[in-house]
Structure formats: C-alpha cells, structure tokens
C-alpha cells in the first residue's frame, strides 16, 4: 500500500508537470479559439488538483489502484497532445521558406573537345540578353573560375545556329530555356551537351509585420513544371488565382491557361507565354497575373509534380466528379465520380490533347483536383489519426510566403465556427493564335500560344474583385 502511496505522489507531481507544458504548448501554438482555451485551461487544473488531492489523501489500496491507472491514462493523454502540438509547430516553423534555386548550363557542341567548364578559358560564351539580374550573378561566377569572351544574343534561333556552327565555344542559359529548346529543335538537344551546371540561391521578399493581414485575400497557386525539390524555378504551368472570403466562407479558384499570350510585367515590345513568367521567378508570375487580372496577389504556394503526387498519396487519394472520358497513360479515366492516386492525379491534372476544350479543359480538370484536396483533408476523420505523418510528410510538398500568424487566424476561426465553404470556379477563356508567335524570352522562336478573350478576362477580374469588396462593404 505504501508504495502506490508513493508512487501516486510522485506521479500526480509529474503529471502537474506534464499539465502546464500541455498548456504552456498550446497557447503558444496559437491554433485553439479562445473559449476552447478556458475549457481546457479549467478541465487541466480540476484534474491536476484531483490528483494531487486524492493522491495524498487516498488510503485503500483499490483506489490507490484506480487512480495509478487514472493519471497514467490522463498522462498519456497529455504526452500525445504535446506532441500534436510539436508536429504543428515545426510544420508551421518551415512553411514560411521563401528561397528559389535557379539552376543554369554550360552547353557546348557535342562533339567538340571542351569537358568541363575549365577547358574554356580563353574562349567565348554566348549570352542571351533577355535576363534577370541572376542571370548575371551567375556569369560573375563563370568569370571567377575563368577568362571568356562573351558575346550577347538577342535571337535564340541565332544563339543555336552560331553554337552548332562553332561560331560560340559555348553557351550559358537557364534550365527552363534549355528545355525549351531541348523541346522545341531536335538540333540543339541531338547536337548539344552540358558540360557544367551552376545554380544560385534567390531569397524572395518576406511579408512585413504590417503586411500581414486577415480578410478577403488572393492566393495566386503555382505549380511549377518540374520534379524534385520545390524551389527550383521552372515553367509555371498551373496558375490558379484562389480568392478567399472569410467572412461569407466562399472560395473562388480563377484558372489562366499557361499557354496564355500576356505582357509580362516590367517588360515591353513581345509578349509571352503566361508559364514563361516561372523562368524568372515566383515574383514574375505574380505581377504578370496582377498586371492581367488587375487584382492584387499578396501570397503564393508554389507547388510540383512531385508536390501533387505525395499529397495525393499522403491522404489516401482523392474522389473526383470527372467530366470527360478519356484513356490515360496509366488507366482509363471514365466519365463521372472516380477515384485517383497520386500519379493518376498528376495525370489527369496535365492531359490537354485529349480534352475537348485544350488548355481550358485541363485547368478546370486542375481546379476539380485542388476541390477533391479540400473536401478530403476538411471531411476524413481517418485522416486525424495519421496527423503527425501527414504533417511531416506536407513539409516539402510546397513553398509560400504566407505568414504562419495568418493562416493560425484562418485555422482558429474555424475551428470556432465550423462554417461549411462553397467553392465555386472561373476560367480565363482563350483561342489559339492563328499562326505560331515569337515570344519575349525566346524571340526568334515561334511557338504556340493562347490569345486570351478579353470578355473572359474582365468577367474574372471582375468576379475577383466584387467577392473582394463584397466583404469590405459588409466589414464597413
């Protein structure tokens, strides 16, 4: 008897402990509504002076028994919440990473004799002109390692034609254009090798504590035309405008095809490719779709292939109302309420050749996916019970600039009032340009683009910006 005595003493002390790290975690987290906080804040110290009392106070050994068993279970209880708590924090401590990898190449003729970036000392590299101030960083650090001659391009098709011919020893270009070109002229990817790959780090702007806000907001979702890690820069081939109204508890998820002819912002003369925007970086893409929606965008997720398929796969897939039959790669994607993996989402989110409608099926095909993400993560409960692992496995599936003190608002106020969201979806239409078009980051080159409607384009804008004033109105 003695000994439980003891034993329930120093547990009920350990417990106190384990209590006030519970509570001390949880209002630090910052996710739990106010009124759930004095519920939990009372229900800890009614149990913590329950046990403390009775431990010392409790002399028959049946009950000394209960309580033991009591204060572990309550105990245990506590270590899991803590825990909950830790996976959220640290969730939440990596989602504000706003760093963009830029990757670059040495390319040189395929048979000649150059086979790493030392061998051309001495010799000329080819520079295309339309760059960012990257670009130029990293021909610093080519000019650190050797001496070149560079010789500036304003024509791709030139760049090529000089390289193969041997008029440049090499050429110096971004990842994205290299693909472009790797896609675009069987010449340069049969006739060409890289010889060195560079990349620089680009830290993006961060919100300021002034900047950080709760409301009616857009959030421009790209996902980027690669695999591996999230912050290499790419092709934006998915840019979704989400318009979110917290005060109506409305979603508006507003497609642009990538293929989209825009004015890139800061840029005159050409026009490009809305995906092209990704070359230069997340801020590109959004100050083009601001300048083309005349809309504000304050924050980003960016997103990959990769991003698609893991989280498709980390929530046990996803349920979609498709509309259109077609036969995939991988399996046959029937008319009507499907269900899909990771891979087959990523498949059915990029099939445009088969889509009625091109580009403009395959974006809505994209919002029905992002639709079936926030319906299943909002409505399985068999999702709570892998909560941590999910949490862990989200970490690397995207980048934004979203502050954590926002989203924790969004997350509270829900939680408070458990509103159901409607969710409704908008498209820029467009038609494909009689003849293929030169474009502002490949110029010589013509490719196909979409000629945007301008009615579609102000019927978005404009339903953007009332659900955005819409709330303003109701606040006021």
């Not at 110290?45 to 002399?59: A, E, N, P, Q, Y």
């Given at each position: 008897?003695?000994?439980?005595?003891?034993?329930?003493?120093?547990?009920?002390?350990?417990?106190?402990i384990v209590f006030i790290l519970l509570l001390i975690s949880v209002y630090r987290m910052g996710l739990i509504p106010v009124?759930?906080?004095?519920?939990?804040?009372?229900?800890?110290?009614?149990?913590?002076?329950?046990?403390?009392?009775?431990?010392?106070?409790?002399?028959?050994?049946?009950?000394?028994?209960i309580l033991l068993v009591f204060m572990l279970l309550f105990g245990t209880l506590s270590f899991i919440g803590i825990y909950y708590v830790w996976t959220t924090n640290s969730f939440f401590d990596t989602i504000e990473e706003v760093n963009e990898k830029?990757?670059?190449?040495?390319?040189?003729k395929k048979d000649s004799k150059y086979k790493e970036l030392d061998d051309l000392e001495d010799k000329t590299m080819a520079i295309f002109e339309?760059?960012?101030?990257?670009?130029?960083k990293v021909l610093e650090e080519v000019r650190d390692s050797?001496?070149?001659?560079?010789?500036?391009?304003?024509?791709?098709?030139?760049?090529?034609?000089?390289?193969?011919?041997?008029?440049?020893?090499?050429?110096?270009i971004n990842s994205t254009n290299k693909e472009i070109l790797?896609?675009?002229?069987?010449?340069?990817?049969?006739?060409?090798?890289?010889?060195?790959?560079?990349?620089?780090?680009?830290?993006?702007?961060?919100?300021?504590?002034?900047?950080?806000?709760?409301?009616?907001?857009?959030?421009?979702?790209?996902?980027?035309?690669?695999?591996?890690h999230i912050d290499s820069v790419s092709r934006s081939d998915v840019n979704i405008v989400v318009t979110i109204n917290p005060y109506t508890h409305e979603v508006l998820l507003t497609n642009i095809p990538r293929d989209m002819y825009v004015q890139l912002h800061g840029t005159t003369g050409l026009k490009d490719k809305l995906t092209h925007a990704g070359i230069y970086g997340i801020d590109m893409s959004i100050n083009t779709i601001e300048d083309f929606l005349e809309i504000d965008i304050p924050y980003y997720i960016r997103v990959n292939f990769d991003s698609v398929i893991k989280l498709v796969d980390t929530i046990n897939g996803i349920d979609v109302n498709n509309d259109v039959a077609f036969q995939g790669s991988t399996r046959y994607f029937e008319k009507g309420m499907i269900h899909l993996n990771g891979k087959e989402?990523?498949?059915?989110?990029?099939?445009?050749?088969?889509?009625?409608?091109?580009?403009?099926?395959?974006?809505?095909?994209?919002?029905?996916?992002?639709?079936a993400i926030i319906t299943k993560i909002s409505s399985s409960r068999e999702l709570l019970k892998d909560y941590g692992n999910i949490l862990d496995d989200l970490k690397d599936l995207f980048q934004t600039n979203i502050p954590t003190d926002t989203i924790k608002k969004y997350v509270r106020d829900q939680i408070d009032t458990m509103s159901k969201w409607s969710v409704y979806r908008e498209a820029v239409t467009g038609t494909a340009a009689s003849t293929y078009m030169e474009t502002y980051s490949?110029?010589?080159?013509?490719?196909?683009?979409?000629?945007?409607?301008?009615?579609?384009?102000k019927d978005a804008s404009n339903r953007i910006n009332e659900l955005l004033e819409k709330v303003s109105n109701e606040k006021d």
């Open positions: 008897m003695r000994v439980f005595k003891y034993i329930n003493r120093v547990l009920s002390i350990v417990l106190d009124k759930y906080l004095v519920i939990l804040s009372v229900l800890v110290v009614v149990l913590g002076v329950f046990f403390t009392i009775f431990s010392f106070k409790v002399k028959r050994l049946v009950l000394s028994i830029k990757i670059y190449y040495v390319v040189v339309r760059q960012s101030n990257n670009y130029k050797i001496t070149i001659h560079d010789k500036e391009y304003t024509n791709m098709n030139t760049i090529v034609k000089d390289l193969l011919n041997g008029d440049v020893d090499s050429l110096l790797d896609e675009n002229m069987d010449s340069f990817q049969s006739n060409t090798r890289v010889i060195a790959e560079l990349s620089i780090d680009v830290i993006q702007k961060k919100e300021t504590e002034e900047e950080k806000k709760y409301g009616p907001m857009n959030i421009l979702i790209s996902g980027i035309d690669t695999n591996g989402a990523l498949e059915y989110a990029r099939e445009r050749k088969k889509m009625p409608n091109g580009d403009n099926t395959r974006g809505e095909h994209q919002e029905r996916i992002i639709e490949m110029p010589g080159m013509k490719l196909y683009v979409t000629i945007p409607d301008e009615e579609s384009r």
